[in-house]
């Protein structure tokens, strides 16, 4: 709970004020989660913070919620055309991604339980940056991890919303977004390498190496 309290105000998600005349705060709860690998062992204890978005109310707390995935067939294409020809498929996965996203609203929040400041637990937070259960951040994160793949040089494909590409023959790279996951593959491992800097420089990331596990998908790479 203090790494999710850290890692949010590291980021400059919100500020403490006042709550304004004629506006409510939106209430926060803990999620807690155990995140497994393949064979179900457990990798990873999470608390997670989260808005209560469900009590948002469209057109007044938020407008556009919608945010393209990569499809499930566009993942086996990936794996298909880098077995095909034979090019590694590297894992990213981007920490607390959806604190990342700018909101274009208004919002305010109450302090989170176990983390209020003292002598001012009457005050809320207003909200800079997206938190985890509000309607409109998924679109949020989507917008900001798109304009930094465009600004990286990236194209996004015409038919698939979520999938990108940047350079030409041996130097060209392939991205597939799954929310804060990202899949890389490509001929040129000194490229590969050179985008993964690119984005830990701009997100705070883990780089899982080479895929073995995705979106329920066993992989299996080796040389042949």
């Not at 949010?8 to 497994?36: C, D, Q, R, Y």
């Not at 808005?51 to 499809?71: H, L, M, N, S, T």
């Not at 207003?126 to 990236?154: C, I, M």
Request: glycine share 6%; charged share 30%; net charge neutral.
């Amino acid at each position: 709970m203090a790494k999710e309290i850290e890692s949010i105000e590291k980021n400059s998600t919100w500020t403490l004020t006042t709550l304004p005349i004629g506006t409510k705060a939106i209430g926060l709860k803990w999620v807690f989660k155990l995140k497994k690998n393949s064979d179900g062992e457990v990798i990873k204890h999470k608390a997670r913070l989260v808005a209560k978005g469900y009590v948002q109310r469209q057109g007044i707390d938020f407008d556009e919620v919608f945010a393209p995935v990569a499809r499930l067939d566009t993942v086996r294409v990936i794996l298909a055309v880098a077995a095909n020809r034979g090019w590694q498929v590297h894992h990213l996965d981007v920490k607390s991604a959806f604190l990342n996203g700018e909101l274009e609203e208004e919002v305010y929040v109450t302090q989170p339980e176990g983390f209020t400041e003292k002598n001012k637990e009457h005050m809320v937070l207003k909200l800079s940056k997206a938190l985890y259960g509000l309607r409109q951040t998924p679109r949020a994160w989507n917008t900001r991890v798109d304009r930094s793949l465009k600004h990286l040089e990236f194209s996004k494909c015409a038919l698939e919303q979520a999938m990108y590409m940047r350079g030409k023959d041996r130097t060209s790279i392939i991205v597939g977004v799954y929310v804060d996951d990202l899949i890389v593959t490509g001929e040129d491992s000194e490229a590969i390498a050179s985008f993964k800097q690119q984005m830990m420089a701009e997100f705070e990331m883990s780089n899982l190496g080479l895929l073995t596990y995705y979106l329920g998908i066993e992989v299996e790479q080796g040389e042949d």
